[in-house]
């Protein structure tokens, strides 16, 4: 277990808050009656953690040197500033803009570290001050009381207290606090719910305490509903009014990055806290983003423009996005092309190939790095049509597709997501499409024909692990079967590895084996394995594929 927090779990925080955002994402849009009830805080929250994550990980994939001249990859203190730069830039609605300010006053607590129990204290309080500093008129029963009450808890233990300790008590006070809001926000009362941003945060700590006790990747805690957190559950919550339906509050939401010097920040908090409410602005060092709800929105880009030089504005009329919303945007309808089409995210151009023959639009995936949700979304813009099927391929696509659909459904598509576990399933999907039919139909058959194909690969070791069947050491071929090691071979034993796993999937039966090759296989792999069907089970019938992908050696479906 460690006892500081080091960058590669700055790197697991940031995978473990994305993982549990986006598995609470639905839930948090639905508790989202404050400050402006547009049911976006979930999403809102989900795309500024994936601007982090990406930053972070982006040092990782580019080797990015420690900031101390040590070499080995980048340290504490950078990891912590692409995170919180990460969120800066890609915050999303009030929600996302003070998650960043949290997220940088933890960066700028820790510094060049380290980071063990009592730095991590002082961090969390750092953190909670800057989110109230950032907000104009802070109001309790918020996510800025979440945070608060994390830093006063962790703050009366025992010296001795370790960093896990720590960190699991700050989840657990957030946890408790989330679930007093109703008591303190009267509209959260009113709607019977909990504070929306505030749930967001309880998930990002959750991912902290497991990142620094080593939890696996699904870690219980940033998994876990927190405790009473919904006062009355989403399928029996009241109706919340759209932002639209208060003819008191302001018309627009007006966001953007600031490049200006730190000491023009005070004057443009004040002529905007004059023009409208839900201020928020957020960074130092010369970039801020600016967050404000507003009746006069050219007024609020011409403050920005005053203090320094605005971009990435982004003006929202609530009206007309809850107007478009519930008419499906049926100005978008005319720019589409009126086919079904179906996208597919695959890694290696044989599979792509593949796809692309079948008619599927491809977004090829990095082996290195997952895709965004605006990359899947601008691959199903790229279908041009109405009705998209998206085949994931990969169950850790899950939460950015559903960001992704969401975006869509707003624009008029009509977007299924199937959540193939692997890209033989995808094939096995796209093998049955057949446009003519009706939607929910063509969704049902390739849901159908992916869920009856069982899927295996090959992978290498890339350390030692424990796994489902035993210790393995780095250089061990894995053989994984619908998602588990079930088999453990020596490097030099590929074969005999995947022999193994396809024995062992036949024994459940089947007709069809597909066999996709990786560009790391081991020559003649293929030939080998047909062979060996052919000796083993005569009447299962084989077809091999070339896929390229540098992920897995060998991909392997029964049908």
């Given at each position: ?25 639905e ?6 009656v ?19 994550a ?6 990782f ?5 420690a900031?101390?001249g ?31 300010q ?25 953190a ?13 029963g ?5 945070a ?12 001795a207290?370790g960093?896990s300790a ?15 809001t ?7 009362g ?7 941003g ?40 009241p ?18 990055l ?7 920040v005070?004057?443009?908090r004040a ?26 929105p050219?007024?609020?880009?011409e ?14 009329h ?9 008419a499906?945007h049926?100005?978008?309808f ?18 792509a190939?593949?796809?692309r023959e ?14 965004s949700s ?18 994931l391929?990969?169950?850790?696509l899950?939460a ?15 977007v ?43 992978a ?67 030939d080998a394995?047909v ?26 479906g029964?049908?």
């Amino acid at each position: 277990m460690p006892h500081t927090l080091d960058a590669a779990a700055v790197r697991a925080w940031c995978r473990l808050s994305l993982a549990a955002l986006g598995q609470a994402r639905e839930e948090i849009d639905a508790l989202n009656v404050y400050p402006v009830p547009d049911g976006d805080t979930g999403t809102n929250l989900y795309l500024t953690v994936e601007s982090a994550a990406q930053q972070v990980e982006a040092l990782f994939t580019a080797g990015v040197p420690a900031g101390d001249g040590s070499g080995g990859g980048p340290d504490l203190e950078t990891a912590l500033r692409a995170m919180a730069h990460g969120a800066l830039m890609g915050a999303r609605g009030n929600s996302g803009v003070i998650l960043s300010q949290l997220l940088r006053g933890v960066a700028a607590s820790v510094g060049s570290g380290p980071c063990d129990a009592a730095a991590l204290r002082r961090a969390l309080r750092r953190a909670a001050d800057a989110g109230y500093e950032a907000v104009a008129v802070p109001v309790e029963g918020t996510v800025l009381t979440v945070a608060a009450a994390a830093a006063d808890a962790v703050e009366t233990l025992p010296e001795a207290t370790g960093l896990s300790a720590v960190a699991e008590a700050a989840f657990d006070a957030a946890g408790t606090a989330l679930a007093l809001t109703p008591q303190q926000l009267d509209v959260l009362g009113r709607a019977g719910v909990v504070d929306a941003g505030g749930r967001g945060l309880v998930a990002v700590l959750g991912a902290l305490a497991d990142a620094v006790s080593g939890q696996s990747p699904m870690g219980p805690l940033a998994l876990a509903t927190p405790r009473a957190t919904i006062v009355s559950t989403v399928s029996t919550q009241p109706e919340r009014p759209r932002a639209a339906d208060d003819p008191d509050g302001p018309a627009y939401e007006v966001v953007y990055l600031l490049d200006a010097r730190d000491e023009a920040v005070p004057g443009l908090r004040a002529r905007l806290g004059v023009l409208g409410d839900s201020l928020v602005v957020s960074g130092g060092e010369g970039l801020w983003n600016v967050h404000v709800h507003v009746d006069d929105p050219g007024a609020a880009v011409e403050a920005g423009i005053d203090a320094g030089r605005p971009h990435r504005i982004r003006i929202t009329h609530f009206a007309s996005a809850a107007a478009e919303q519930s008419a499906g945007h049926p100005a978008h309808f005319g720019q589409l092309d009126p086919a079904r089409a179906v996208v597919s995210i695959v890694q290696g151009e044989g599979i792509a190939g593949l796809c692309r023959e079948c008619g599927a639009t491809v977004l090829s995936a990095d082996p290195d790095r997952a895709p965004s949700s605006a990359e899947i979304a601008a691959a199903i813009r790229r279908a041009h049509a109405r009705e998209v099927v998206l085949l994931l391929n990969d169950a850790e696509l899950r939460a950015a597709a559903g960001v992704a659909a969401d975006q869509l459904r707003d624009e008029g598509v009509r977007v299924a997501v199937i959540p193939t576990r692997s890209p033989v399933q995808g094939l096995a999907a796209l093998a049955v499409h057949e446009p003519g039919r009706r939607f929910d139909e063509d969704v049902v058959a390739m849901t159908s024909a992916a869920g009856a194909t069982r899927y295996a690969e090959l992978a290498v070791a890339e350390g030692e692990s424990w796994t489902m069947a035993g210790v393995c050491q780095a250089g061990d071929v894995l053989g994984l079967i619908d998602g588990d090691v079930a088999v453990i071979g020596d490097a030099a034993e590929m074969v005999a590895t995947a022999a193994t796993v396809l024995g062992r999937m036949l024994a459940a039966g089947g007709e069809m084996v597909t066999l996709i090759v990786g560009e790391d296989a081991v020559p003649g792999l293929a030939d080998a394995l047909v062979a060996h069907l052919r000796r083993t089970n005569p009447v299962v019938d084989a077809v091999v594929y070339e896929g390229g992908q540098g992920a897995a050696p060998l991909v392997v479906g029964v049908e």
